[in-house]
């Protein structure tokens, strides 16, 4: 006989089509379980697949760093100027070959997204001539716009630090921490498009 528990232990379930419905509640949880869907806002976990096969969904994040960066005109910046948008920090140098070669997916991202809320920013850690020609690099790749911290401190202001280049963070638009994805991806493809679509604001 069918059952169900109760705080006294288990008692006899007499209605057979509430067993039914239970029973058929209970298969499609599992069901959803296995397809990896999920319901919550901002959960990227089903979308990690084909060029974001890399992405890791960010369980416990932290506040965003406070670290001041400056674009090419030297005037500073931290990541909560972009607050309200779907920001894809992307933490590189002009000396990382891999990071060099997913700028332009990157920069076709932007302009994708060009008049909604998203804003994506390269920062670099080059130093001297690495920087001199990282903005350089970025000029050629519009619409991007060049940013700056040589000095470390904004990789290691990440909980957890940024260990490797290129490393991509993803916020939604309350500044909360989404999702990283740790070396070169193609970012102007579909797969890309809908992690961000997931975070924008529905309307």
């Known amino acids: ?26 298969l499609a949880a599992v069901l959803y379980a296995l397809c990896g869907c999920s319901n919550s806002p901002g959960d990227l976990s ?3 697949r084909g060029q974001m096969a890399k992405l890791q969904p960010t369980k416990d994040p932290a506040p965003e ?22 920001l894809i920090v ?13 700028i332009p997916s990157l920069a076709k991202l932007e302009t994708e997204f060009a008049g909604k809320p998203v804003a994506v920013v390269p920062v670099s850690v080059g130093k001297g001539d690495d920087e001199t020609q990282g903005q350089v690099f970025i000029a050629h790749n519009p619409p991007l716009t060049f940013y ?3 000095t470390y401190a904004m990789a290691f202001a990440f909980k957890p630090v940024v260990e490797g280049m290129p490393t ?18 193609d970012w102007s493809g579909p797969d890309a ?4 679509d997931a975070l924008l604001p529905k309307t």
Request: hydrophobic content about 35%; overall charge positive.
């Open 148 to 150: 700056t911290e040589p």
């Open 65 to 86: 760093p406070t670290t001041v960066f400056k674009d090419a005109q030297g005037r500073p910046h931290t990541l909560a100027d972009f607050k309200g948008k779907v």
């Open 168 to 185: 991509t963070v993803i916020y939604d638009t309350n500044g909360v921490e989404k999702a990283r994805l740790v070396g070169g991806a």
């Open 1 to 26: 006989m069918n059952e169900i528990l109760t705080r006294g232990g288990a008692a006899p379930l007499r209605n057979h089509k509430l067993g039914r419905r239970l029973g058929q509640a209970a």
């Open 193 to 196: 498009r809908r992690v961000i």
């Open 46 to 48: 089903s979308l990690a």
């Open 90 to 102: 992307n933490v590189w140098a002009n000396w990382c070959a891999p990071c060099k070669q997913e």
